[in-house]
C-alpha cells in the first residue's frame, strides 16, 4: 500500500485536463478524455472526480487506478460480454473501439442504498416504490440485499441523469424493445460475474453502471467497468453486523466523497465546495486500496511528471 506521505507528494502531480496536439480531436468528458483515430478511440483516464454530474477536483493516482481496474475486469469479464479494450499503452490510457452509444445507462442494484437523486435509497425514502419498473416491497432498510438484483436505467446526454423505465424508454423513442433486452441480459451476466470475482475477493459489488455501445452490430461494453467510479463495493466480512447496527458500511468507492460533500449540503446545484487536501488523500488512499483488493496486485505507483509521461505514451499511439 502507497504511503499517506508518498500520496501527499503526489498533490499537485496530477492530470487535471489533457491537450495533446496531433492526436486528432479531443472530446473531454468528465473524467476522461478522447481522441478519435479512425474507428479507435483513445481514452485517457484523467484524475479529475466528478460526483452529483459535476467535476469538483483532481485525485492522485486515481487516472491510474481506475484505467487499470477497467483494463482487470475487460480482461476477466471477456467471455462473458464482449468489450471494447483494444490496448493499454500507459497506465493511464486505453485504446479502444470506437462505438455508437446507446442513448442510456444501465445500472444493476443488489442493493439499497446510495445518496444522490437518481439512488435506490434516497427514492425509496422519498416514497418511491416502483424503481424503473421494479416494484419494491415495504419495510426496506438501508443498504439491505434485494431479493435479486435489479435494472435502473437512467438518460443520458441530459443535464442530469433521469432514472427511466424499460418502457418509458421506448416510449420516448430512446431504445427499442429488443436492444434493450440484448443489452439488459449482458449487464446482468457482467454483474453476476463481477458479483462472483468480487466475493472471492472478500468484497460486496453492490451497484455498477454500464455503458453498452454497438460496435459492427454487435453489443459491447464501454467506458469503464466495475470500477471505484462506476460500481460501490463494501467489504463482506463486516456487512451484517453492520447492517443490523444500523450503521454505514465500509465502502471502497467514492461515496465517501459524495458523503463529503452531503456534509456540506452540496448536492450537485450551487457552487461546488473545495476538496481539501486531507479529503483528496483520503479518497487516493481508498481508489489504492480499491485496485489492491479488486486485483489482488499491489499498486505501482508511477514515478515522475505524470502529464510528460503520457504525452511519451501518446507519441507512440499516434
Ligand atoms: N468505446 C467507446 N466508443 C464511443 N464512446 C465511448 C466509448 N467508451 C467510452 N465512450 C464515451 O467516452 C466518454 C468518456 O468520458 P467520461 O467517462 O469522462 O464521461 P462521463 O463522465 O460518463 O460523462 P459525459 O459523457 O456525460 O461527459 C463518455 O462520453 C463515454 O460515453
Ligand atoms: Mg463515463
Avoid at 452509444?101 to 442493493?111: A, D
Avoid at 467497468?225 to 447492517?243: G, K, N, Q, V
Wanted: aromatic share 8%; net charge neutral; hydrophobic share 40%.
Amino acid at each position: 500500500m502507497v504511503s499517506e506521505a508518498r500520496i501527499r507528494a503526489e498533490l499537485d502531480n496530477v492530470l487535471d485536463a489533457t491537450d495533446f496536439p496531433g492526436l486528432g480531436k479531443r472530446i473531454s468528458g468528465k473524467v476522461r478524455d478522447s481522441y478519435l483515430l479512425d474507428g479507435r478511440r483513445v481514452l485517457i483516464t484523467t484524475d479529475r472526480i466528478s460526483a452529483f454530474d459535476r467535476i469538483l477536483g483532481t485525485i492522485p493516482f486515481k487516472g491510474q487506478v481506475l484505467n487499470q481496474i477497467a483494463a482487470f475486469w475487460f480482461q476477466k469479464t471477456a467471455a462473458v460480454g464482449a468489450n471494447h479494450m483494444l490496448a493499454v499503452p500507459d497506465p493511464n490510457v486505453m485504446i479502444v473501439a470506437e462505438c455508437e452509444q446507446l442513448p442510456l445507462e444501465f445500472i444493476v442494484r443488489g442493493y439499497v442504498t446510495g445518496v444522490t437523486k437518481t439512488s435506490a435509497w434516497y427514492n425509496y425514502q422519498q416514497g418511491v416504490r416502483n424503481l424503473c419498473g421494479n416494484p419494491l416491497p415495504e419495510g426496506l432498510r438501508k443498504d439491505q440485499q434485494l431479493a435479486q438484483p435489479i435494472l435502473t436505467p437512467t438518460t443520458k446526454h441530459e443535464e442530469h441523469d433521469r432514472n427511466i423505465s424499460r418502457d418509458e424508454a421506448i416510449r420516448e423513442g430512446l431504445i427499442d424493445g429488443a436492444t434493450f433486452d440484448e443489452a439488459a441480459a449482458l449487464c446482468f451476466r457482467l454483474f453476476d460475474a463481477g458479483v462472483r470475482h468480487a466475493a472471492a475477493r472478500g468484497l460486496i459489488l453492490v451497484d455498477t453502471k454500464y455503458e453498452i455501445g454497438r460496435r459492427h452490430g454487435q453489443l459491447v461494453v464501454s467506458d469503464e467497468i466495475h470500477t471505484p467510479d462506476s460500481s460501490r463495493y463494501w467489504y463482506t466480512d463486516t456487512y451484517a453486523e453492520l447492517f443490523q447496527q444500523g450503521k454505514d458500511q465500509r465502502k471502497l468507492d467514492k461515496e465517501y466523497v459524495r458523503e463529503w460533500l452531503v456534509s456540506q449540503g452540496f448536492r450537485g446545484d450551487g457552487p461546488i465546495p473545495v476538496l481539501p487536501d486531507e479529503i483528496r488523500i483520503e479518497a487516493a488512499r481508498r481508489y489504492i486500496q480499491a485496485y489492491e483488493l479488486v486485483t489482488g496486485l499491489e499498486f505501482q505507483p508511477v514515478e515522475g511528471p505524470i502529464r510528460d509521461r503520457v504525452r511519451q505514451a501518446l507519441a507512440r499511439v499516434a
